[in-house]
């Protein structure tokens, strides 16, 4: 996911939040009049409806060149990016590729990756506009960042979840995570797990489509895991959230598992890029059939909003355990 | 610099200009009606004027972390970026950062970068909307990209020189080359060459200053060096170019350098972020003085475009000679 602040948690965005915070005090922080939402939200929107973000993958950090082929790595790089634009409920236009690869048989992996990138971003309606190109040196892991660049009237923010609203999922959880999980046993994942982490759908048509038929009140998408996300949307908003656990759809690899490792996967699992978003009581009632009709997945109830701060669950016996906003998504690991 | 197609030279080029081809020939490449310029140029632009444009800066690529502190860095990767929109002539409103660093002293790291970031973007009118962060395996290089996004009424770009326009620079040559090579030998350069490797100027106010008062054809920056760029501008524009080698203002520390050695930093070096215009003949006469004036170094006639194709160099004695476009850069070397 791209950072942003204010966060609910995790050593860097603390970094990130006392250098920003240290720049204000010296008075050094432009906001041009252009910027319409600066840092703090899954993308930075500017006048006209741009919404900008950027998201980065790291070779043995976020995947291992065993898992994919490079012309699937380059597409799901430009997915990733695209869940930025999808929890913001914005329309692709364009991407633009930065990638550092290893000198030796470099031209053939740039072909590959930036094929897997105009492929992609062609099946959601975006260009490439543009990028750079970097050799690395060797054995040096391979990095690509790709910018998501889009366009909504009005954008999709983590600030304006509100108590009593509910919370509800674009689709199941836990597939991506299952396959890296399965891979790091030295294992192949099931097909579907696979696609689940190859071929993630960045829910940008899903979220526009509920933009245009809902009064939604916040969103995110779920790359670092459902209780670390919802803590970055209760942060923003100011707001306590509620997880039913029982009720968070789940990627169906994960029916045949042990209940503690099946809740890990979906609850913290991450990069499975649904997005979440806090709607008013009620709100989702008569569009949640034609939902499931448009996109063949569930709109998913998920929880819900109340007055004070922080993530809480609630588990199958309907008892509450409030996660601890510093460790948030290390709370099921 | 941002790569673009089509391009002057180089195998990852030649690498991309074929992807896209391909991609263009399945038929799978979507042309989003908002999109104004696409890939080809130093940026995209899009509807509203906005530009966009990505730039990568890799450890032991690019630098070495003997040479400067990551305050500095970090203001080096934003200033490299903004020279991308100075070759557009437009306005820097934002820039966003995604940082990849070792796990060790990592959050000093990402706090002194983003320092240098946040400060050196507020220098030049724009602040940091977003970003991403990721840890690398020990051993492996930082990377930083730094997407820069701006504005203007009418995009600079690189295919509008025309047979008779004149070549202007911005600004002087080498100074950041000649720092990197005295680096490269164990010594430490003199400060006015440290200056043009870590603090260039990215001619972002003289560009847009120049838009307002001439009537520019064509301009790149000077990412490459002259001789490459000069190449980008003469395939996109569809033109010959000549640049008059004794004209090519230098650096200072060129001065004291023997005649091939002060012609290779200044030619073939990159890295100075100064802007090469294309001007109709006559049309620099009358702001020459009030540019030196206001920005406190020349606006300097370096050439001139004709018919035909590629770059050609005429030395100190009139002689003319061609400079391969393929290995276009590397020339000098």
Redesign the interface.
């Known amino acids: ?4 602040t204010p966060l609910g948690g995790g ?2 965005f603390e ?2 939040r ?3 915070e ?2 204000r005090q ?1 008075g ?5 009049g ?2 319409l939402i ?2 703090g939200d899954d ?2 929107v ?3 409806g ?1 919404v ?7 070779e ?3 995947f291992r060149t065993e898992w994919l082929s490079y012309v699937e790595l380059g597409g799901r790089a430009v997915r990733a990016a695209l869940s930025d634009l999808a929890a913001m409920a914005a329309e692709p ?2 991407v ?1 590729t ?1 990638i ?1 690869v290893r000198e030796e048989g ?2 053939a992996v ?2 590959d990756l ?2 897997g990138a ?2 992609t971003a ?1 099946t959601f ?13 060797e ?3 391979l ?1 690509m ?1 790709v ?1 998501a ?1 889009g ?1 909504t009237a009005k954008p999709l923010v983590r600030s304006g979840a509100e108590p009593g609203d509910e919370l509800f999922l674009t689709g199941p959880l836990g597939g991506a995570a299952a396959a890296v999980a399965t891979w790091e046993q030295g294992r192949e994942p099931e097909p579907s797990a696979r696609s689940a982490f190859v071929t993630p759908t960045p829910r940008t048509r899903e979220a526009q489509w509920l933009a245009e038929r809902v009064d939604l009140h916040a969103g995110i998408d779920i790359s670092d895991g459902l209780l670390s996300d919802a803590g970055h949307m209760s942060a923003a908003s100011g707001v306590g959230i509620v997880i039913d656990v029982p009720a968070v759809p789940r990627h169906p690899v994960l029916r045949d598992m042990a209940a503690v490792e099946a809740d890990r996967l979906a609850l913290s699992g991450g990069e499975d890029y649904e997005v979440l978003v806090a709607l008013p009581p009620g709100a989702a009632e008569e569009i949640r059939e034609l939902y499931s009709e448009a996109f063949g997945t569930g709109l998913v109830r998920v929880g819900n909003v109340r007055r004070g701060a922080g993530v809480a669950i609630r588990t199958g016996d309907g008892e509450l355990s409030v996660v601890n906003s510093r460790t948030g998504y290390n709370h099921f690991r």
């Open positions: 996911m791209s950072w942003s050593g860097e970094v990130l006392q250098v920003f240290q720049a010296k050094g922080v432009p906001k041009p252009a910027v600066g840092p993308a930075a500017v006048e006209g741009w900008i973000s950027t998201d980065q993958m790291v043995r950090v976020h236009v364009g633009l930065s550092a470099g031209a740039i072909a930036m094929q105009i492929e062609a309606g975006a260009q490439v506009l543009g990028g750079d190109l970097s050799r690395l040196p054995g040096a892991p990095v960042d910018v660049l366009r």
